[in-house]
């Protein structure tokens, strides 16, 4: 987005107990009919354990984890909870226990420069096939995890998961991933309930290790038959057998269903604690994580600590957390049964114990677990303080979806009085694009601006974060000169923005920036685009500063826009040149890509049509992932210029209807429409009905009022009445209409795509002389920054009207430089060159084996995995089959081949 109203990713607070497997318990069972299986020598992507709570996933994971470890290969454990529900969250925690495996580091700094998840991925991928070496990924309850966004960026990590790179997940339900198509592709190791549930052999090795003396044989086959081999179950069965003498009444004493077996035995386990132990359960059964500290916070006393190690070590369903023993949690089946039964015994204690846990880890830093159990002791006012002052910092670090789902939570009778929680939701919503209800809160928040200090407290706003209300009057009137444009009221856009930069403090980079932008974008809408380039150039040094990194490389992208509308090639060069490198020196994923687009439709406009699609395959190796939101159709859109400028109109129209599909100018104006470019790709193949469709379609008419956002469609418009045979005298007219406003604008592409064109109609009606003048404008406009498409673009007609130039002035040698340079695109080379030129310089047998790959649906990575070479080599061989056969991009690879006889 070229307006950014949010700020990129600062440090992040872990909680490193996530990022480490269970510790192994004595009493565990060997299971080599499930380690071997999971183990073996057949290693797809991906490895599924499914199965409801209490069937021993996480142990079995733990013990895997363990014994790659041990094997001395890379091991990365990530213990999800809903928490990580948010992709910035997943992201960062992802990086962290890769980079702890000594995997991640392209990732962990991209993190630091707030690049998205799916750029993070892409990273995330590139360093695990740099890496080399075998890694394994365990992501252990997966089913916490909601947001579609996470479910894409697993997907992508599993499709393009480099040779040696396995995930693992554990889940309680199968995850909205693409299952099926993995399945058949043999790319998914599947591990349900049914395999993990405990088989005669293993209940009894589990109850001899865990009971001082053995069951009977028969007792404990009925053990293994009621709870059909459950862990949970057995683990609480032992619990209850221990102090019984009465074993063989115990087994037959339940029956029935699961739940009714746990809560059955939950009961026998909670009656044979001792008073204080059984309290401490009820009490602290709140909790996700328990702490000795954090115990005593919610019990009032001080033997915390001690309470949890006696738990641990009498294996009352205490999970050890880490290697200090300072964290723990309940086994999560324990746990319901825990909190339900505090709900029966005590139905208002869990409120106060929750707001209880909300003041301790807000004492101790940790926001997000003091926010949530603020919600869950209904303690409103509470949440909404720790929402506002924690909403900066999630800003920050980009997890408005988190934010925004904290603050929708909250009644919406307290933003009445809270301004700056109010222009929190805001930003939230307007982040993910969504303006609904601001106008409300926008004014709401207003109300208060005016509040004095000498006020009483009963007219005084309700605020925390004194820093965010002292910059309220410069974000409302960034958010009121978005709102404006998305409206599309420019008055009223540039006003709120002015008057954001005015209000902004000298430091406040992202405010100042975002409003610079936001004039930019007013002013470029409007056709006023020396305004627009001084209030770009404003922004990015603002975002600069600031080091919103991604958001500089969007603004750079349309400030070389804005410079090419001037005629200013070379200005926007050089500020896509000098965003690459700022993107080299941040190690940034996201926007580059775009910077190589942009400088292919640079080489293109200067007639450079190898360094148009050297460019292009270099985007193209970037990807669209880690592109910018406009990279889809504008990489789309000028590979159908590139196929255009050599010829190949089929093959630009096919190319243009893919960047129409994907259409998307983000806050940019549609200056350039896609629609537009594809009813010339049809003129240039000849078919005239296909561009009068279009027109029809849009509704233009040849005596339109003039307006900036129009004028390339009514250039456009022009070229295909021209063709169709309308009538000349209209034509000039409205030609003269156009080219006058553009003038008057300064936008000097256009100028000479008018001129051109006034020159190819003055020709066709033998006025040679106009046409002359039409063309010598266009050309001195065009001469002084090589500006061929410009010109030869226009119309076939245009070479015979340059090779009538004479003379040595420097318009007369550009035009002949054209000239020659249209007659060398005019003689494509056959079909029997292309063969002569295959022997001279042909595949090698491994790029022909890659060249077979190409031609099938496989992802790069499938591609490197079938060839067993890395994914780096397979670039290596990519790279050399576009070079020997001309291509910029796959598909035209493996069309070019065919068309060379391979």
């Known amino acids: ?107 962990a700094h991209l993190l630091e420069t707030g690049e998205p998840l799916a750029a993070v991925v892409t990273a995330v991928v590139n360093d695990v096939a740099h890496a080399g070496d075998d890694v394994t990924m365990f992501l252990d309850d997966y089913h916490s995890i909601g947001v579609a966004a996470v479910h894409d960026a697993v997907a992508v990590l599993v499709e393009q998961a480099p040779p040696g ?63 059909e081999g459950w862990i949970a179950a057995l683990q609480l069965a032992t619990l209850s057998l221990r102090d019984r003498d009465d074993t063989a009444s115990f087994v037959r004493g339940f029956a029935g269903d699961d739940r009714f077996v746990l809560d059955y035995l939950v009961d026998e386990v909670l009656d044979h604690q001792t008073a204080p132990v059984r309290r401490f359960l009820l009490t602290t059964s709140v909790l996700d994580r328990l702490s000795g500290s ?47 039964r505090l709900l029966d015994e005590s139905p208002g204690e869990a409120a106060d114990l929750h707001r209880r846990a909300s003041v301790w880890f807000d004492r101790h830093g940790d926001a997000g677990e003091a926010i949530r159990h603020a919600f869950a002791g209904d303690d409103d006012g509470r949440a909404a303080e720790l929402v506002e002052r924690a909403a900066p910092e999630m800003r920050r670090t980009r997890q408005e979806a988190t934010l925004r789902r904290w603050l929708e939570t909250l009644p919406t009778t307290l933003y009445a009085d809270r301004p700056v929680l109010g222009i929190a939701l805001v930003g939230a919503r307007m982040a993910s694009g969504d303006p609904s209800g601001v106008g409300p809160l926008l004014d709401e928040a207003e109300r208060w601006l005016d509040a004095t200090t000498g006020a009483d407290d009963a007219t005084r706003p309700i605020v925390f974060d004194l820093d965010e209300f002292d910059a309220l009057p410069a974000q409302i009137a960034v958010y009121r000169a978005a709102l404006a444009l998305l409206d599309g009221d420019i008055a009223a856009t540039r006003r709120h923005a002015t008057r954001a930069v005015e209000l902004a403090r000298p430091d406040d980079h992202l405010r100042r920036g975002a409003a610079s932008a936001l004039i930019g974008l007013a002013a470029w809408t409007s056709g006023d685009l020396e305004t627009a380039a001084g209030a770009y150039t404003d922004s990015i040094e603002h975002l600069r500063l600031g080091g919103f990194v991604a958001d500089v490389l969007g603004c750079s992208l349309a400030a070389g826009d804005i ?115 594809l ?87 033998g006025d040679r002389p106009a046409a002359a003048e039409a063309l010598e404008r266009a050309l001195q406009l065009a001469a002084p920054e ?29 035009a002949r430089r054209l000239a020659d340079l249209a007659s060398a695109r ?35 990575p499938e591609i490197a995995r079938e060839l067993h070479v890395s994914v780096n080599t397979l670039r290596t061989h990519t790279k050399s089959i576009y070079t020997k056969l001309g291509a910029t991009s796959r598909r035209e690879a493996v069309r070019l081949a065919a068309e060379y006889g391979y």
Request: glycine share 8%; charged share 25%; aromatic share 6%.
């Open 679 to 765: 009813a010339r790709c049809h003129l240039a193949a000849g078919d005239t009905s296909a561009a009068m469709e279009w027109v029809r379609e849009q509704g233009l008419a040849i005596d339109d009022q003039v307006s900036y956002l129009g004028e390339y469609e009514h250039v456009t418009l022009a070229m295909v009445l021209f063709a169709t045979g309308h009538g000349t005298a209209d034509l000039v007219e409205m030609l003269g209409r156009w080219g006058d406003a553009a003038r008057a604008g300064g936008r000097w592409s256009a100028v000479i795509e008018i001129e051109t064109l006034l020159a190819v109609v003055y020709d066709s009606i």
């Open 786 to 814: 090589s500006r061929a498409c410009a010109v030869l673009g226009v119309h076939p007609r245009v070479v015979d009207l340059l090779r009538s130039i004479g003379g040595e002035s420097a318009s007369a040698t550009f």
């Open 1 to 107: 987005m070229n307006a950014p109203l949010a700020d990129p990713a600062s440090s992040r607070r872990l909680l490193t107990t996530k990022l480490h497997p269970p510790r192994s318990r004595s009493d565990v069972v060997e299971r080599p009919r499930l380690t071997e299986r999971l183990s073996g020598s057949h290693r797809p992507a991906l490895t599924l354990v499914s199965a409801p709570a209490g069937f021993g996933k996480s142990t079995l994971l733990g013990e895997w984890c363990a014994r790659t470890t041990a094997a001395d290969r890379a091991c990365a454990w990530l213990s999800l909870d809903t928490n990580d529900d948010d992709p910035v969250r997943f992201a960062t925690y992802l990086v962290a226990a890769l980079t702890d495996a000594g995997v991640g580091n392209e990732a």
């Open 294 to 340: 954090l115990c005593d916070e919610l019990t009032g006393d001080s033997d915390g600590q001690r309470m949890l190690e006696q738990l641990d070590r009498a294996n009352l369903f205490v999970v050890p957390l880490d290697d200090r023993r300072q964290w723990y949690r309940y086994h999560h089946l324990f746990a319901d049964v825990l909190r339900v």
């Open 826 to 860: 005019a003689q494509p080379p056959s079909q029997s060159a292309r063969a002569g030129a295959r022997l001279v310089d042909g595949l090698s047998e491994r790029e022909l084996d890659v060249l077979r790959l190409l031609r099938s649906e496989l992802s790069g």
């Open 563 to 677: 410079a090419i509308a001037r005629g200013r090639l070379a200005e926007a060069g050089r500020t896509y040149e000098w965003a690459l490198r700022l993107a080299a020196e941040h190690g940034a994923v996201r926007g580059p890509g775009d910077m190589r687009v942009a400088l292919a439709d640079l080489a293109l406009e200067r007639g450079h049509l190898d360094v148009a699609a050297e460019q292009l395959r270099l985007a193209d190796d970037l990807g669209e992932r880690a592109g910018l939101p406009q990279f889809a159709y504008r990489f789309r859109a000028a590979t159908a210029r590139l196929a255009l400028a050599r010829g190949e109109t089929e093959r630009a129209i096919e190319a243009m209807e893919g960047a129409a599909r994907r259409y998307f100018t983000d806050f940019s104006p549609p200056v350039r429409p896609v629609d537009a470019e």
């Open 165 to 227: 790179f396995h995930l693992v997940i554990a889940t309680r339900a199968d995850p909205p991933l693409p299952l099926a198509r993995w399945r058949a592709r043999g790319d998914l190791l599947e591990v349900r309930a049914a395999d993990l549930r405990f088989r005669h052999d293993e209940v009894t090795a589990y109850l001899d290790g865990a009971l001082d003396r053995p069951l009977a044989a028969a007792d404990t086959a009925i053990l293994g038959e009621r709870t």
